[in-house]
Protein backbone atom coordinates (compact mmCIF):
# COMPACT_ATOMS: atom_id res chain seq x y z
CA UNK A 1 0.00 0.00 0.00
CA UNK A 2 0.88 3.45 -0.73
CA UNK A 3 1.46 6.42 1.85
CA UNK A 4 1.39 10.10 0.68
CA UNK A 5 2.55 12.81 2.67
CA UNK A 6 1.70 16.24 2.09
CA UNK A 7 3.24 19.39 3.07
CA UNK A 8 3.62 23.06 2.64
CA UNK A 9 -0.13 24.47 3.07
CA UNK A 10 -0.87 27.75 5.21
CA UNK A 11 -2.28 30.92 5.00
CA UNK A 12 -0.50 33.71 2.43
CA UNK A 13 -1.78 36.82 1.28
CA UNK A 14 -3.03 37.25 -2.46
CA UNK A 15 -0.65 37.35 -4.91
CA UNK A 16 1.77 35.64 -2.76
CA UNK A 17 3.10 32.44 -3.83
CA UNK A 18 3.77 28.93 -1.71
CA UNK A 19 5.08 25.30 -2.86
CA UNK A 20 3.37 21.88 -1.53
CA UNK A 21 5.14 19.44 -2.17
CA UNK A 22 4.08 15.21 -1.63
CA UNK A 23 6.28 12.21 -1.28
CA UNK A 24 5.07 8.72 -1.77
CA UNK A 25 6.17 5.58 0.31
CA UNK A 26 5.16 2.54 0.81
CA UNK A 27 4.21 0.35 -2.70
CA UNK A 28 5.33 2.83 -5.01
CA UNK A 29 5.27 0.07 -7.78
CA UNK A 30 4.46 2.06 -11.45
CA UNK A 31 3.10 5.04 -10.42
CA UNK A 32 2.37 6.63 -13.97
CA UNK A 33 0.76 9.98 -13.12
CA UNK A 34 1.22 12.66 -9.84
CA UNK A 35 -0.60 15.50 -9.19
CA UNK A 36 -3.12 17.54 -7.18
CA UNK A 37 -6.79 18.52 -6.81
CA UNK A 38 -8.28 21.15 -4.30
CA UNK A 39 -11.77 21.44 -2.48
CA UNK A 40 -12.96 24.54 -2.07
CA UNK A 41 -15.83 24.92 0.92
CA UNK A 42 -18.88 23.89 -0.32
CA UNK A 43 -17.48 22.64 -3.70
CA UNK A 44 -16.75 19.80 -5.21
CA UNK A 45 -13.17 18.35 -5.77
CA UNK A 46 -11.52 19.52 -8.84
CA UNK A 47 -8.57 18.96 -10.66
CA UNK A 48 -5.70 21.37 -10.86
CA UNK A 49 -2.50 20.02 -12.37
CA UNK A 50 -1.54 16.37 -12.97
CA UNK A 51 2.16 15.42 -14.39
CA UNK A 52 2.73 12.26 -16.67
CA UNK A 53 5.99 9.84 -16.07
CA UNK A 54 6.53 11.38 -19.47
CA UNK A 55 6.34 14.79 -18.18
CA UNK A 56 3.29 16.03 -19.88
CA UNK A 57 1.05 18.59 -17.88
CA UNK A 58 -1.99 18.71 -17.30
CA UNK A 59 -3.65 22.03 -15.76
CA UNK A 60 -6.95 23.87 -14.48
CA UNK A 61 -7.76 26.61 -16.87
CA UNK A 62 -7.94 29.56 -13.93
CA UNK A 63 -4.44 28.22 -13.05
CA UNK A 64 -2.54 28.24 -16.08
CA UNK A 65 0.75 30.56 -16.18
CA UNK A 66 0.46 30.89 -11.96
CA UNK A 67 1.12 27.43 -11.05
CA UNK A 68 3.56 24.41 -12.32
CA UNK A 69 3.29 20.76 -11.04
CA UNK A 70 6.83 19.02 -11.27
CA UNK A 71 8.50 15.74 -10.05
CA UNK A 72 11.80 14.54 -8.19
CA UNK A 73 10.77 11.01 -9.25
CA UNK A 74 14.15 9.46 -7.36
CA UNK A 75 12.21 10.59 -4.48
CA UNK A 76 8.67 9.87 -5.27
CA UNK A 77 8.29 13.38 -4.74
CA UNK A 78 5.40 16.00 -6.68
CA UNK A 79 4.97 19.75 -6.27
CA UNK A 80 3.18 22.28 -7.09
CA UNK A 81 4.84 25.91 -7.24
CA UNK A 82 1.66 28.30 -6.71
CA UNK A 83 2.46 32.03 -7.80
CA UNK A 84 0.15 34.73 -8.18
CA UNK A 85 -2.06 33.12 -5.44
CA UNK A 86 -5.70 34.71 -4.73
CA UNK A 87 -8.78 34.01 -2.59
CA UNK A 88 -10.39 31.69 -5.49
CA UNK A 89 -7.26 29.48 -4.55
CA UNK A 90 -8.23 28.84 -1.05
CA UNK A 91 -9.08 25.21 -0.22
CA UNK A 92 -8.18 21.87 0.52
CA UNK A 93 -5.17 20.72 -1.63
CA UNK A 94 -4.81 16.80 -2.29
CA UNK A 95 -1.95 14.83 -3.68
CA UNK A 96 -2.99 12.06 -6.21
CA UNK A 97 -1.09 9.40 -7.71
CA UNK A 98 -2.42 7.15 -9.90
CA UNK A 99 -0.40 3.39 -10.18
CA UNK A 100 -0.74 0.84 -13.21
CA UNK A 101 -2.95 -1.96 -11.97
CA UNK A 102 -3.45 -0.47 -8.71
CA UNK A 103 -5.11 2.06 -9.14
CA UNK A 104 -5.17 5.77 -7.25
CA UNK A 105 -4.20 7.00 -4.42
CA UNK A 106 -5.11 9.77 -2.52
CA UNK A 107 -3.01 12.34 0.81
CA UNK A 108 -4.91 13.52 3.48
CA UNK A 109 -5.20 17.15 2.04
CA UNK A 110 -3.30 20.34 2.94
CA UNK A 111 -5.18 23.91 3.31
CA UNK A 112 -4.05 26.76 1.40
CA UNK A 113 -5.71 29.75 2.66
CA UNK A 114 -5.54 32.74 0.53
CA UNK A 115 -6.58 36.36 2.25
CA UNK A 116 -7.58 39.51 0.11
Known amino acids: QVQLAESGGGLVQAVGSLTLSCTAS????????LGWYRQAPGKQRELVAT???????NYKDSVKGRFTVSTDNAKNTVYLQMNSLNPEDTGVYYC??????????WGQGTQVTVSS
Open 96 to 105: YIVQFVLGDA
Open 51 to 57: IRRNGDT
Open 26 to 33: GNTFSITT
